[in-house]
T-cell receptor, first 111, second 115 residues
Framework: DAKTTQPNSMESNEEEPVHLPCNHS???????IHWYRQLPSQGPEYVIH???SNVNNRMASLAIAEDRKSSTLILHRATLRDAAVYYC????????????FGSGTKLNVKP | DTGVSQDPRHKITKRGQNVTFRCDPI?????LYWYRQTLGQGPEFLTY????????KSRLLSDRFSAERPKGSFSTLEIQRTEQGDSAMYLC?????????????FGDGTRLSIL
């Protein structure tokens, strides 16, 4: 399984930007980078994905390093509802139906 | 879009009993997945269906576990002779046919507690 490395936990203040890092040094050229988050007592929720270029949607932005060995999920203004576990996942071409979630980053947002 | 629905949300049973969970995917999605999540860990892949065909099974899916998707719509996951170690959240997800970067949409899971 393609592996990613994330910090166990991070803390942010409400209404401030949050940058959640992910390392994926063994990424291959066809691997997509996906981010999901899981709020307490809920199933994971899709956030964003990208291949090479930076991506923006209504929830977040994804910044991908030029060598693609790392990426950063950016929440532009954290709210209390953003407190969740964030998972960075590589979606591989040869095994694309099998997600490897890892332990993710638990984000705490302080009011 | 009504989302992925799972039933029941909670199940408490005695060790040795059989349990069955149901998942209703998003209606136009032909791919369906089951995951298991234990406390403090990320979800672990169990099995995957494309339409009614079960195309992949994890080694985590012992012979006490069986999953079906008889008409390519809803799916069931059955655990026979439950054990303490089966206590977990069981998550179902679905995705649309298409490129391999299609996101998976998850239900809120069935929490199984074995007494």
């Amino acid at each position: 399984d393609a592996k990613t490395t994330q910090p166990n936990s991070m803390e942010s203040n409400e209404e401030e930007p949050v940058h959640l890092p992910c390392n994926h040094s063994t990424i291959s050229g066809t691997d997509y980078i996906h981010w999901y988050r899981q709020l307490p007592s809920q199933g994971p929720e899709y956030v964003i994905h990208g291949l090479t270029s930076n991506v923006n949607n209504r929830m977040a932005s994804l910044a991908i390093a030029e060598d693609r060995k790392s990426s950063t999920l950016i929440l532009h203004r954290a709210t209390l509802r953003d407190a969740a576990v964030y998972y960075c996942i590589l979606r591989t071409l040869y095994n694309f139906n099998k997600f490897y979630f890892g332990s993710g980053t638990k984000l705490n947002v302080k009011p | 879009d009504t989302g992925v629905s799972q039933d029941p949300r909670h199940k408490i049973t005695k060790r040795g009993q059989n349990v069955t969970f149901r998942c209703d995917p998003i209606s136009e999605h032909n791919r369906l997945y089951w995951y298991r999540q234990t406390l403090g860990q990320g979800p672990e892949f169990l099995t995957y269906f494309q339409n009614e065909a079960q195309l992949e099974k994890s080694r985590l899916l012992s012979d006490r576990f069986s999953a079906e998707r008889p008409k390519g719509s809803f799916s069931t996951l059955e655990i026979q002779r439950t054990e303490q170690g089966d206590s977990a959240m069981y998550l179902c997800a679905s995705s649309a046919q298409g490129a391999y970067n299609q996101p998976q949409h998850f239900g809120d899971g069935t929490r199984l507690s074995i007494l």
